[in-house]
C-alpha cells in the first residue's frame, strides 16, 4: 500500500483525537497546568456605621448589642477600624430568623466572619456576626 493513496479523514480523526485528549485531560489533571499563577486576595471589613458597631458570637447574633451582658461575647468597634478577614459568608440564602415582639432578626443580615487575628478585646479567636450594612467589604491585591 502506498502513502500516496492513503486517505484521512480529517474530522472523525480530529473528533477521536478530540476524545482521547479530554479523557487523559480528566484523569490526569496535574499534567496540564495554568499559565497563570493565582494571586491572593485580601479580603478587609472596614467598619462604616457612624458610632462603631459591634461584633457578636454565634449566640448572641440577633440579641441588640446593649442587651449582651457578657462582655466576651461581643465587641466593640469604631467607624473607620479595619480588619483582616479569614473567612466571610454573607448568609444570603439564610432562611434562619428571631422574632422578639415586633422586632425580626434575620440571618442573612449578617456577614459570618473569621479574622486573621483575635480581635482586640477578645482572645478567643472565634467565628463573629456582624450587620452588613454597619461594615464595607474590600479586597486587595499585594504588589510585588
Not at 496540564?32 to 486576595?41: A, D, G, L, M
Not at 449578617?110 to 461594615?135: E, R
Request: charged share 20%; with cysteine.
Amino acid at each position: 500500500m502506498a502513502i500516496s493513496k492513503t486517505r484521512l479523514y480529517k474530522k472523525p480523526v480530529m473528533a477521536g483525537l478530540g476524545v482521547v485528549l479530554g479523557a487523559l485531560a480528566v484523569a490526569f489533571p496535574q499534567a496540564v497546568h495554568s499559565q497563570t499563577q493565582s494571586i491572593p486576595v485580601i479580603r478587609i471589613l472596614r467598619v462604616t456605621a457612624s458610632g462603631g458597631t459591634t461584633f457578636k458570637l454565634q449566640e448572641n447574633w440577633y440579641i441588640q448589642s446593649g442587651q449582651i451582658q457578657d462582655n466576651s461575647k461581643k465587641c466593640g468597634v469604631r467607624t473607620g477600624d479595619k480588619f483582616f478577614v479569614a473567612t466571610i459568608n454573607d448568609n444570603r440564602n439564610s432562611q434562619t430568623e428571631f422574632k422578639d415582639g415586633n422586632r425580626v432578626e434575620k440571618l442573612r443580615d449578617y456577614y459570618t466572619v473569621t479574622f486573621d487575628k483575635t480581635l482586640a478585646c477578645n482572645q478567643q479567636g472565634q467565628t463573629w456576626y456582624i450587620f452588613k450594612s454597619h461594615v464595607q467589604q474590600l479586597q486587595a491585591v499585594p504588589v510585588r
